[in-house]
């Protein structure tokens, strides 16, 4: 009859991670049988989980044909797994015959190893996962090891293994990355591997990662870059390639997180290399792709991150300007120059497709009446661009800094990255397309006081009123836009004031006459005199006045409220002019008059005066009508004005460009576009548009002096106010002598004699006879007056003891001590003068006095002791060094000793000292648990579970590596690997470092089969307070308390571990 059955008997092998070797399972030579446990398991949960395998036992399975129906079974076959022989036996009955039955046999084998072979590639990722080293197993070209690389050179190539890459893993999942063309592909990689899969890469395998997901499959990942294939894509050249290995589909903490924390991290490589190249060349012409890039950064970083808010609101912003600004061109080229000078923003040069319009098309000029019209505006010559590096400063266009203190404010809160700001020139509600040049030369002539509102920008813009408009558009990539915005409409607010200055600055000259108008009439006010006097000058003041609060780079004011005397005030103001304004402006001496600076007097007649220097220097005041000198009087009140800029003076030196923080409104050259050479013609018909000029105001009064200038290069405005404030301080001291002279003067002639003077008359010694007049060397008092007189002859003692004579000796002994510290020769002549009664009030102060000194010494004498302690703090013995300590306290304070606390301040130097030496030594690690003891209850304590491991030292060491590294702390030396101590420094100077130390214990949970992780966090505040004791105010103190209490809550809260800790997200 014809057999039925067949049996095939197939042997184990199964991957070792303490051997790193395949281990058979019949001959497990080298390892512990117990190794091959883990094998075992996994593969009967493998066979287990089958499709086509039914448990029947523990350890065999029966396998079950899928065409077959489920009551009915054709054949069967069992499947056993042998673990004493180390194999998997296969047993089958056909009914055919012998043949069906091998047939079904050879295909339950190879169904037993693949799940064999499944089972190994299992062991061999949790061995890759634990250890961060690749097996050979699993890859087929030659390990990389970098750190073995020198040794191995010399040494011949080991042979070849059979097993090598045969359990590698099939790609689970795969995504494309475009990479832009600014960007390196294999810099692209490195930085990728560097910080998104820093914690994940293997030691011996260059771009190999290894990760567990919340599934507990573990893959491993690469990164690829090869050329883009698409041709028509001229952003992107290359593509990196995001390959995943493993046995199960990645899950989406692979396939979302990871793939959008990539994408963001190449979305800003590019980002970061144009900043870079617009650092180091400002003028540089990006591409057109560049400029795509920037423009749809926003969008791409929206596609990455759908939960960023969008801020397409805030990227459009219009102003309307106000009324009186006729001649937009020059007030935009005013803001290119101001904005420019920042260093923060620059002129953005680019690729554009637009055709230039020639220089005929674009200029009209009528020669008639000589207006000039500008046919539009192009757009790239008002695109500027926001680079967080920092820019240089182009010293053609400008050669100071424009840069405010607020606009450094608004530097820091846009944060990093590249914006580009494009302004545009709107009328009505399109853009302006005929632009007069020039006009606007007679304005606010009318008005007497300048609102605010005259010269600022008005955000509620209404479009259908004919109108210039100012349109800013911000094209956003990763800045603040709203610090953006703040700052371009701080520098349009700048540039109008200044504009408003310059053209009423040119509408007062057009006004003015040469004719002296003195008012007689009280009825009229200063301001309608001064106006009278000098048209426009109050509507300038209050100009500049405004202009002052914005900032302005250029605008300055001083100001000295001192109250001094009516008749000080000519001199003072000549003084002021002289020698703080002029001097400071020409670096020499200049006297009064001075072409184009004019004075005036407001009193009860107000009219324009000279001040001048007589023949002994003194200041003279002489009207300017008819050459009368004015005298002020101590009862008149009068204020001097001296004004400069409101006046023609061509010429005037004044106005050399040496002296200007704006020299002129600056045009580059011709060659560099159409609309440059434009500018240049428009700028020799009419030259007086693009020049700027000085104005400064000083005011003179008995209860203020002011000093506003405009337009003063910093160097000169910084003599200014160093001149200014010298000449405030000399008549400040000067008015002070007079008035206490004035005082005496008064108290001299009263009747009685105050107590001051009672006592020093008390004090004198009665008048002696009159002796001829010696020589006396002057008395210095180097101590108290000595009442004790010295001992003119001593006895020798005979005997030394308890005794008469012993204590003879002993104060023989003591008068040498005190002879050694007698004083200078002046001082023993002052003490044979018979010395004056001392009051009891001066008895107690010298008594107060050597009681502070005793306690100086005293306390001098414990810091000495304690220095010495706690230097040999490591070397001294533990109990002895608590025991000193102590001791210190015990004359201080009982309570110490009760709480068993150190004061404040010797725990602060002794946790310095001990914190100051970790880097020489390794002192005994109790000591350390004494220093945190000291400091009070921890900060935090906390226990959390490990993940289910082995108990093996690795384990240990690669979790406290990991925590090391995320807290971004320096562990201390341990003889315990279980017990840890780690320290993280959070303020650290040259007195004070505040840092946490966190005492780590893991401990071995035998039921559970995990790790017990303990912590607990103390803060450290230690300073060196007794070599360089710190003289903090409470305010500081409290201040800087906050702080510490701030940075230290900040990072206990990253101290905790919960679910994401090893997510990609961390």
Known sequence: SQSKHHVLTIPLTFYVTRASSMIKASDPTGVNESDLDHGYRILLSELESCEFTTKSSLDSFLLVDG????????????????????????????????????????????????????????????????????????????????????????????????????????VQYQHEFPLHRRVSPSQAVRTLHSSILQNFMLSNRNGISVYRDESNNIYYMTLIYRKSIGHDDEENSHVIDLMVYGIEEPGPVITEELVRLLQRKLLMLPLDALSSVLNKNPQYNLLTTDMSFINNFSRRLKEIEPEIESDDIKCVKTYELPSHVEDPLTLLLMFRQNICGSTFIQL?????????????????????????????????????????????????????????????????????????????????SSNASRISVGKGGRMLDTRLCVSKEHISLNPNVDENKETYKLLIKVTNTTVDIEAIQKWVYLSLCQVLAAYTIERHRESCLQSATSSVTVLTSSAIESRDALNQLMPGLSSLEDMMTITIDLPHPAMMKVQSKMRLQATSLAALTLDLTEKAVLSAIFSKSVRLPYDGVEIFRMAKVASRVNVIRDRISKAKVVSFENGRVIRDNHVDSPEYICVFGLRQSDGNAI????????????????????????????????????????????????????????????????????????????????????????????????????????????????????????????????GPIRRIKRPTSMLRPKLIGKSVDGAAAQAVQASRLRAKTRPSVPHRTSVSKPAPSIPSTQKKQLKEKHSQQKQRRETTQKETVTRSIVQSVPAANLLKFYRDLTALLREASESHLVERMLSQSMVQYVAHAYFASLKERQPPLMLLRLISTCFGSP?????????????????????????????????????????????????????????????????????????????????????????????????????????????????????????QVLNFAG
């Not at 053609?396 to 020139?425: E, F, K, M, P, W």
């Not at 089969?1009 to 966090?1017: E, M, R």
């Not at 308390?1041 to 206990?1052: N, P, Q, R």
């Open 348 to 428: 953005l040069h680019y690729e554009s497709d637009d055709i230039e319009a020639q220089s005929s098309e674009m200029l009209e000029v009528n020669t008639e009446d000589g207006n000039i019209i500008l046919n539009g505006l192009p757009g790239n010559e008002f695109c500027f661009f926001f680079n967080s590096l920092g820019l240089g400063l182009d010293p053609a266009a400008q050669h100071v800094t424009t840069l405010t203190n607020q606009g450094r404010i608004y530097s820091r809160q846009a944060g990093s990255g590249i914006a580009v700001i494009q302004v545009s020139l709107l009328h009505g």
């Open 655 to 782: 106005n050399l460009p040496q002296h200007l923080f704006f020299k002129e409104i600056h045009v580059s050259r011709p060659e560099t576009s159409v609309f440059t050479d434009v500018l240049h013609r428009i700028k020799s018909l009419k030259p007086s548009q693009f020049e700027r000029h000085m104005v400064f105001i000083l005011r003179v009064s008995r209860n203020c002096r002011s000093l506003l200038t405009y337009n003063v290069t910093p160097q000169i405005w910084a003599t200014m106010k160093t001149n200014f404030n010298d000449i405030e301080e000399e008549l400040s001291r000067a008015e002070e002598t007079r008035r206490e002279h004035c005082v005496g003067r008064c108290i001299d002639q009263f009747p009685f004699k105050t107590k001051k003077q009672q006592v020093s008359i008390a004090a004198e010694p009665p008048p002696k006879k009159e002796q001829p007049p010696k020589e006396e060397l002057p008395v210095v008092n180097k």
């Open 67 to 170: 065409d077959a129906s489920s009551t009915i079974l054709l054949y069967w076959c069992f499947i056993q797994v042998d673990k004493s022989s180390g194999s998997v036996t296969v047993r089958v009955h056909h009914p055919q015959g012998q043949q069906a039955a091998q047939e079904r046999a050879e295909t339950a084998a190879c169904l037993v190893e693949k799940m064999l072979d499944r089972t190994n590639q299992k062991l061999l990722l949790e061995s890759m996962y634990k250890t961060r080293k690749a097996p050979e197993e699993l890859f087929a070209d030659i390990e990389v090891d970098e750190s073995k690389a020198a040794t191995t050179t010399s040494k011949a190539l080991p042979p070849p293994v059979s097993n090598k890459g045969m359990y590698a893993c099939p």
């Open 939 to 1059: 900060k935090v304590c906390q226990t959390i579970c490990h993940l289910q491991c082995d108990n093996e030292l690795s384990s240990i060491k690669s979790f406290l590596h990991f925590v090391t590294s995320r807290w971004k702390a320096s562990a201390i030396y341990s003889p315990y690997p279980q017990f840890v101590y780690l320290q993280k420094d959070l303020l650290v100077s040259q007195k004070r470092r505040v840092s946490i130390l966190i005492e780590i214990l893991m401990s071995w949970d035998r039921p559970a089969k995990c790790h017990i992780y303990n912590f607990k966090a103390w803060l450290i505040n230690s300073s060196d307070n007794l070599k360089n004791p710190m003289q903090l105010s409470r305010i500081h103190t409290e201040k800087e308390a906050a702080v510490i209490d701030d940075i230290v809550s900040d990072f206990i809260s990253q101290l905790t571990l919960n679910s």
